[in-house]
T-cell receptor, first 114, second 108 residues
């Protein structure tokens, strides 16, 4: 059973507010990821990290930023939320499987910006 | 470039068998994953193939042909709870490249 947690699960916030979405995992995985997913649409990778002090932008451009100061913690921050940021944000970590990497997903944060 | 194709939607009847196809063209390949995602929830792991052939696990089986860039997920004895989105994903360089997903609707 994968142990990866996200808080809050749901967030409704006004335009212009700063928000931080939390993600933590207790599996000791080095690799972690953030995805953005609109309802019924595909997953888009927005950030990833290969370990402490490593962060990279994903395939989809995002105004959010991330940090990785501790292995278990990978928070995502929006400095000034806008309605276009309304979406579901999924955090994942990965471990080797065969020659690839299996990803374990957190429950997600559903963000609504009004 | 990375390109993964799956049908957008499929409908099947409870108790039946359904096959969800996935074709891929990616710059590298370290295996192919299938995930299940119920509406509003996180994806959960279903299967992994890295060698050609069929992997069977209960009611679910997954097939891979690397030379053809092709995989399918086979679901037998469909149940209403199998109504979900099924995501095909190629593993490459520590990341997963996801397809758009196939929404499966199971009707009684």
């Amino acid at each position: 059973e994968a142990d990866i947690y996200q808080t809050p699960r749901y967030l409704v916030i006004g335009t212009g507010k700063k928000i931080t979405l939390e993600c933590s995992q207790t599996m000791g995985h080095d690799k972690m990821y953030w995805y953005q997913q609109d309802p019924g649409m595909e997953l888009h990778l927005i950030h990833y990290s290969y370990g402490v002090n490593s962060t990279e932008k994903g395939d989809l451009s995002s105004e959010s930023t991330v940090s990785r100061i501790r292995t278990e913690h990978f928070p995502l921050t929006l400095e000034s939320a806008r309605p276009s940021h309304t979406s579901q944000y999924l955090c994942a970590s990965s471990a080797p499987r065969g020659t690839g990497y299996e990803q374990y997903f957190g429950p997600g944060t559903r963000l609504t910006v009004t | 470039g990375q390109n993964i194709d799956q049908p957008t939607e499929m409908t099947a009847t409870e108790g039946a068998i359904v096959q969800i196809n996935c074709t891929y063209q990616t710059s590298g390949f370290n295996g192919l994953f299938w995930y299940q995602q119920h509406a509003g929830e996180a994806p959960t792991f279903l299967s992994y193939n890295v060698l050609d052939g069929l992997e069977e696990k209960g009611r679910f089986s997954s097939f891979l042909s690397r030379s053809k860039g092709y995989s399918y997920l086979l679901l037998k004895e469909l149940q209403m709870k199998d109504s979900a989105s099924y995501l095909c994903a190629v593993s490459w360089r520590d990341k997963l490249v996801f397809g758009a997903g196939t929404i499966l609707r199971v009707k009684s």
